[in-house]
């Protein structure tokens, strides 16, 4: 509890004490009703000061028709009518409410806080062999920072010096250590478990991966969804609609029972309308609704999903169609060799070493890729005379046998026929003293979860997936027959992908939307033509960031039926409030207007249902389990 | 230019206010007010000084609900 909420609450235990004080005089002594009447103003004023003196500044800047002005009409009236008690009660437990909203609200907006909690504090700078403590802000490019173990990472940088396993849960989501030694990138907002790291600084605080993620989280409460939108409207017009149906109901039945010859029943009638005040707060709507948003927002963020807005988990709730680039979408986007297929006479294992032997000076993915795949460093000693060939592949001695490693061209060259592969892929074909060896296929592969992520998004409602590619058909098909996705485009330049996409916008079913999944690189026009973006893999990349609507840290396509579950279930507990609110306000409401419940009644449903609503909307928070897949 | 503000208000309702507030002061260009971050998002207008902008903010939203704050620097 902060200072407010604590003088809030000795405020409140004040005039409750006398409240009971004066009810217990009052049942015992022969104290005549207008005197206690007059003393029970005076836990009346300690407890609803505020909202009085709110309400007259309201009333005086033109800012009629608040809470304030509904407590302070119901409550006054109440006094008018001599009934002071119940004036008193109505405050209290008015200010009760406030006060626990203010307290669980502020406890939930920590909470949910607390979840992306990954501003580093300050920075360990090594100057001159001394260590100095500064803010992360006056670190320049550059400089050397010491990273201690159980501390924050708190610039983007370059190890120089040290090995460590990183924690990346609160940037991920994910919970499996990260190994890095020297020379290796890592990003601001990782925390440091094991070892003593030196880090040379690769961009100052603003640039760095945490300043990014927290401008988007800040931001994210900003872009407001329509339903949240809603809300805020209809509180506006709420409030004055109900204040004149208020009087209305304390007007038109007396006047017409008095017309009829009836007695009016003024003062039942004023009661009724009062009591009306009390019910129509719209405090539960208002606040559970951005509760909710901010909980779901808050949710996905510590599983590693990040959305700019709640507007964008309206949009992603109702996805039918979803569009993935291939390459480092469903793909790793890394190179593997796929396939080793000796010719007959070469042994397996053979084909690799000789490539890997007449490759080992070469910095082309494929090359890395097959020295990869041979998992032993090659001996330099038994290569020599390694010739590049621009384009087409190596020539070299290994062992002293004249070896040739590249592409078919290389070997009609030397009028050496070779095998086509049946799998997609990029071929690399040996021979070893002009003798056909074989081939090696080097190929991307599919992601382990890729066809597990189709199945889960097909679970969520998403009729239609569709990857866009570059890459040639044989290549695209392969790998849509391997994820389960139904249909594929090959063969696209960036600009066809977005006539594609377009195409796809135009038949998609009404009411749904159409989202396109890429990695951010080279995407930009597409993330921004579908109907909602979300980039995979953006650690560590500025463009995806800025770019999507949707980020997941990691490279998990499952993330993706993840976030439209938290998605479906935030809008979900979004509409129970709307409804359990509305719907308990309007029949109290009724019951009131027809006299059925007082105004005890009438501040416990108010206050009641508020806490309900607000306790719902932090289910937003706990949306899925924590593993990342279920 | 933008700027983003610390504020302390205590309901939803008032920080739409405050929003709606900030929004018709003079070199505003637009205000985003988010009550669950507790933070005002300013983007001044071409040429307006936030110095000279942010204390008729205040003012403004003030106004309209009397005891919100915001935090400059």
Not at chain 1, 150 to 161: C, N, T
Not at chain 1, 281 to 287: D, E, G, N, S, T
Not at chain 1, 472 to 481: F, I, P
Not at chain 2, 13 to 41: L, P, R, Y
């Amino acid at each position: 509890m902060n200072k407010k909420q604590q003088k809030n609450l000795i405020r409140i235990l004040l005039a409750t004490a006398m409240t009971v004080a004066l009810i217990l005089i009052g049942h015992f002594l022969p104290v005549p009703k207008m005197v206690m009447n007059f003393l029970f103003l005076a836990p009346y004023f300690i407890v609803g000061f505020d909202v009085l003196k709110k309400a007259a500044i309201g009333i005086v800047h033109g800012q009629i028709f608040d809470e304030n002005f509904l407590m302070t009409v119901a409550t006054v009236g109440a006094i008018i009518l001599g009934e002071n008690a119940e004036s008193v009660a109505v405050m209290l437990f008015y200010q009760v409410g406030e006060l626990f909203q203010s307290v669980a609200v502020g406890k939930s907006r920590k909470n949910i806080a607390a979840l992306m909690d990954i501003r580093p504090d300050t920075a360990t700078v090594e100057k001159d062999g001394a260590l100095e403590t500064v803010d992360p802000d006056e670190v320049p490019v550059g400089s050397i920072i010491v990273v201690k173990p159980g501390e924050k990472i708190p610039l983007d940088g370059v190890i120089v010096e040290g090995n460590a396993s990183l924690n990346t849960a609160a940037l991920t989501g994910e919970s499996m250590p990260r190994e890095v030694s020297a020379g290796d990138d890592v990003i601001s907002g990782c925390v440091n478990i094991t070892g003593m790291l030196r880090i040379r600084t690769t961009k100052e605080f603003e640039e760095s991966t945490v300043s990014k993620i927290l401008e988007l989280v800040e931001n994210s409460s900003m872009k407001k969804a329509r339903t949240e939108q809603f809300i805020t409207r209809f509180a506006r017009y709420y409030t004055p609609i109900v204040c004149l149906c208020a009087l209305a109901l304390a007007v038109v039945p007396p006047i017409i029972l008095a017309i009829l010859g009836h007695d009016p029943m003024i003062k039942a009638w004023v009661i009724r309308a009062l009591t009306f005040l009390v019910i129509s707060c719209p405090c539960a709507l208002v606040i559970s609704i951005p509760l909710s948003f901010f909980g779901g927002i808050g949710g996905a963020g510590s599983k590693g999903i990040l959305i700019k807005g709640s507007t964008y988990l309206e949009v992603l709730a109702k996805a039918g169609t979803m569009v993935f680039d291939k390459t480092g979408t469903l793909t790793r986007g890394v190179f593997e060799v796929t396939e080793e297929a000796p010719a007959p006479g070469f042994g397996s294992g053979e084909l690799l070493y000789y490539a890997a032997h007449a490759e080992q000076y070469s910095n082309h993915p494929i090359s890395r890729s097959i020295r990869e795949a041979y998992g032993k460093e090659p001996a330099r000693e038994n290569v020599s005379d390694v010739e590049e060939v621009g384009g087409h592949g190596v020539r070299a001695v290994v062992d002293g046998k004249a070896v040739l490693v590249g592409n078919r061209k290389l070997m009609a060259e030397d009028g050496i026929d070779c095998i086509a592969p049946e799998a997609p892929g990029t071929e690399i074909h040996v021979a070893v003293d002009h003798v056909y060896a074989g081939y090696l296929l080097v190929a991307d592969r599919v992601k382990e979860e890729a066809k597990d992520a189709i199945l889960r998004l097909r679970a969520q409602g998403v009729a239609r997936t569709v990857i866009l590619t570059g890459d040639n058909a044989k290549t695209a098909e392969v790998a849509a027959k391997e994820t389960g996705v139904d249909e594929v485009k090959s063969n696209l330049l960036p600009e066809d992908k977005v006539r594609e996409v377009e195409r796809l916008l135009d038949e998609k079913p009404a009411n749904t939307s159409l989202a396109f999944v890429g990695d951010g690189v080279n995407d930009a026009p597409v993330l921004s033509r579908a109907d909602i973006g979300i980039a995979m893999g953006a650690l560590g990349s500025d463009a995806a960031i800025e770019v999507a609507d949707i980020v997941l840290m990691d490279d998990d396509p499952r993330k993706i039926a993840l976030a439209m579950k938290i998605a479906r279930k935030t809008l979900a507990i979004a509409k129970e409030n709307i409804v359990f609110a509305l719907g308990v306000k309007i029949l109290f409401l009724a019951l009131g207007a027809l006299g059925l419940i007082g105004m005890w009644w009438a501040i416990f449903a108010d206050v009641g249902v508020m806490i309900l609503a607000v306790l719902n909307a932090m289910r937003t928070v706990f949306a899925s389990p924590s593993d990342s897949g279920s | 230019m933008k700027k983003t503000y610390g504020i302390e208000v205590d309901c939803a309702a008032c920080a739409q206010k405050m929003e709606d507030a900030a929004n018709k002061v003079n070199g505003v260009a637009q205000a985003t007010v988010s009550f669950m971050t507790q933070k005002i998002k300013v983007e001044f207008a071409e040429g307006a000084d936030p110095a000279a902008v942010m204390p008729d903010v205040v003012k403004a939203c003030k106004r309209v609900e009397s005891d919100c704050e915001i935090v400059l620097e």
